[in-house]
T-cell receptor, first 115, second 115 residues
Framework: GAVVSQHPSWVICKSGTSVKIECRSL??????MFWYRQFPKQSLMLMAT?????????EQGVEKDKFLINHASLTLSTLTVTSAHPEDSSFYIC???????????FGPGTRLTVT | GENVEQHPSTLSVQEGDSAVIKCTYS??????FPWYKQELGKRPQLIID?????GEKKDQRIAVTLNKTAKHFSLHITETQPEDSAVYFC??????????????FGAGTRLAVHP
């Protein structure tokens, strides 16, 4: 699969501020990307499916107004955590479906700490 | 919706022994079952996958078996090495034209291989 990159790799922000995380699918036109959240010692929980040129599809219980997703190009999806709170501190990972059979490959993740 | 259960949550083996991790899924329509390995602080890496038209798949020391009737699949690691120590996640998904649907992950198994 294609290499998936994320930026930043880690970020610390103050409560109430917003943070943008970028996910890039290199050498692959990713019409669909996925955003996951992983709390310490827990599994990956799908937050939303990001669709190029259209609105993201959010999983039940994920606030779409808090976690803004933009997929404006075939290689870039962004996740903005708005009005961040300490409970939003987590490991955020994106993935694409760049495998020959549609297999998902993950980015390196972004560790968000909200103080 | 799909639900994936994974056992055991922790597994400790001696180097050279075999390790088996088991998962069950609830949605009989699921037809794609990948396994990911995640080392501490890093991205999940796809290590092997199986589709519902196959009962078993091997890749060197790693094998996966699928029992569609019982709706369970297993990861087998033979001749374990210390570098196999990591958290392993199983997942289930439904394939549709254009790629695979969202992955539903198990809770993970923390494997420790002792020299």
């Amino acid at each position: 699969g294609a290499v998936v990159s994320q930026h930043p790799s880690w970020v610390i922000c103050k409560s109430g501020t917003s943070v943008k995380i970028e996910c890039r699918s290199l050498d692959f036109q990713a019409t669909t990307m996925f955003w996951y959240r992983q709390f310490p010692k827990q599994s990956l929980m799908l937050m939303a499916t990001s669709n190029e040129g259209s609105k993201a599809t959010y999983e039940q219980g994920v606030e779409k107004d808090k976690f803004l997703i933009n997929h404006a190009s075939l290689t870039l999806s962004t996740l903005t955590v708005t009005s961040a709170h300490p409970e939003d501190s987590s490991f955020y990972i994106c993935s694409d479906r760049s495998g020959r059979g549609g297999e998902q490959y993950f980015g390196p993740g972004t560790r968000l700490t909200v103080t | 919706g799909e639900n994936v259960e994974q056992h055991p949550s922790t597994l400790s083996v001696q180097e050279g022994d075999s390790a088996v991790i088991k998962c069950t899924y609830s949605d009989s329509a699921s037809n794609y079952f990948p396994w990911y390995k995640q080392e501490l602080g890093k991205r999940p890496q796809l290590i092997i996958d199986i589709r519902s038209n196959v009962g078993e798949k091997k890749d060197q020391r790693i094998a996966v078996t699928l029992n569609k009737t019982a709706k369970h699949f297993s990861l087998h690691i033979t001749e374990t090495q210390p570098e196999d120590s990591a958290v392993y996640f199983c997942a289930a998904s439904l394939f549709f034209s254009g790629g695979y649907n969202k992955l539903i992950f198990g809770a993970g198994t923390r494997l420790a291989v002792h020299p």
